[in-house]
């Protein structure tokens, strides 16, 4: 299967487009605090390698790597979550009007997988959710002023989450909270736990995050392709 890729510029604002010819589904992408990497393009290309059109939004365009803490804040601090749902939604019309995808889901990473969270409960578009290990702290960081926990358990889309059992940023009680809230739900949920796992061990090196990098992707992008299907 050829897979084309580009990076997509409009103005200000910069994704990644990895797409199968004559796809009719696909993911919005969300990266974590580092923004479009090579772990997101790789995700993005076995995606597209299933059929799957997939874009990944750069919500840090212009600003350098996140290499340092400062510089990790730096890129979180002008963040609002009504900001980032304006951006998502734009590029969700991008995906619908010049992709011509006719079913969307979202995948999101640390930051993105509450992004992911957010978009599914506010944008009926989505037709299905990924949620690797959401960054949900507490408090909540500025500008982060969306309850997502209780959100969740107003996604109408099947949802299937990723839990890191040394998860240092989301508590064991959040967590429990919104794998309640989920679950409550009509629609289907299907949570992941790897206890020894990091959080953001997908970015991480170890045997214990290799073995749940191996085990957690083909999983989620088969629940993506499944749910996806048109």
Request: proline share 7%; hydrophobic share 45%.
């Amino acid at each position: 299967m050829t897979i084309r890729t580009e990076t997509i510029t409009r103005g200000q604002r910069v994704g990644y487009l990895a797409r199968p010819a004559e796809a009719r589904a696909g993911v919005l992408l969300l990266p974590s605090v580092h923004g479009i990497d090579q772990y997101s393009k790789a995700y993005a290309q076995a995606l597209a390698e299933t059929g799957l059109a997939t874009v990944i939004w750069e919500p840090f365009a212009g600003l350098p790597p996140a290499e340092t803490r400062e510089q990790r804040a730096m890129r979180l601090a002008p963040l609002t979550d009504a900001t980032s749902l304006h951006e998502m939604a734009w590029w969700l019309d991008l995906m619908t009007a010049e992709l011509a995808l006719t079913k969307i889901g979202t995948a999101g990473f640390c930051l993105g997988g509450r992004y992911g969270l957010l978009l599914s409960a506010r944008d009926t578009r989505i037709a299905a959710c990924v949620a690797y290990y959401p960054t949900i702290e507490t408090p909540p960081l500025p500008g982060q002023n969306e309850d997502v926990v209780a959100l969740a358990a107003n996604i109408p889309c099947p949802v299937h989450m990723i839990r890191a059992g040394k998860d240092h940023l989301t508590s064991d009680d959040v967590f429990l909270r919104l794998q309640a809230n989920l679950q409550s739900r009509a629609a289907p949920t299907v949570i992941q736990h790897y206890p020894g796992g990091d959080h953001g061990f997908m970015q991480r090196p170890g045997a214990v995050n290799e073995a749940a990098i191996h085990l957690s992707t083909p999983q989620t992008i088969v629940f993506l392709k499944a749910a996806l299907a048109v």
